[in-house]
């Protein structure tokens, strides 16, 4: 083997092995850099004659050839080790099951609420929302409650550290009547000077608050108020629709109402509306299922509307007694606990 063959195989040997593109780029320098091996023996041409200057020369340049040609492979093997390790750190193994995202689904309540909304919906009522920080005028004076009654008590009601423009707590509404004042107040406005106005027919479900807790009842609950306000609107009515309005809810005729003397200040005369299934596991037993009156004369003065001409019911259930009933739930914690095991059975 001559000195050129062992040098172009010393370089092979050397680049095969250099374990990584650094060590790679050192080898070529001993090889071809400015005073590497080859470039050394391309300096030592200047002392040959022409003749073997040119021979040499020649053979020098093959052997310089094929060890860069050696070099690029190792570049080539290295870059490909690079990629491949590169590759294998980044792994995806797509036949992994994917993580699923969960469908969701409605709160057993709020479905309540929208199957309420639609049954009185098709009986011709607007749905309305208010506010749930409420003035101590829209919460109970303006529904006829005295200015001594319980409720105003911090005991029932609680109170939100703002007060409103009459120098009183404003508090969070412990019922959804004060919508009864926000929505005719606003729909005798839009009709003030008109000859006619059309009828009040209103529901307005949210949430409410109240201080109490156990199994059946929580500080943060809901009610759905109604409202019917037109020339000739009777007990008959309320009647007829609220009557209408259980026997599309349960989906069944199944079943007994009673209207019970009561007293709310806001209305007279006053009921409680108890029902009772004729079969089924809560066969024979009077539910309490919401409080409704004639609305009071001072009322509908409140609405900004003459008791002698505009006179109606009102009334106010639990959307979630409602759901406990329907669902065959006992304690109405467990809406609002948040736990998934429990609520997505309602899906
Ligand atoms: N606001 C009453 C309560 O929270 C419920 C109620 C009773 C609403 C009679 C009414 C009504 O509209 O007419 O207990």
New binding site residues.
Partial sequence: MNDLEQLVQGAVVEFDAAPSPAELENAKARYLGRSGRVTELLKGLAALDAQAKKARGAEINQAKARIEAALNASRERLAEAELASQLQAEALDVTLPGRRRGTGGLHPVSRTIERIEAIFASMGFDVAEGPEIETDWMSFTALNNPENHPARSMQDTFYVDVKDSEGRWLNLR??T?PM?VRYARAHAAKYAGAATMPEIRVVAPGRTYRVDSDATHSPMFH?C??LWIGENVSFKDLKFVFIEFIRQFFETDDFDARFRPSF?P??EP?AEIDIAFRSGPLAGRWLEVA???QVHPNVVRNYGLDPERHIGF???MGPDRLAMLRYGVSDLRQFFEGDLRFLTQFK
Wanted: glycine share 24%; charged share 5%.
């Fill in positions: 412990p019922h009547s009864q009610q108020e109604g709310f806001f209305t006053s409080g409704s009156g009102a009334f106010g």
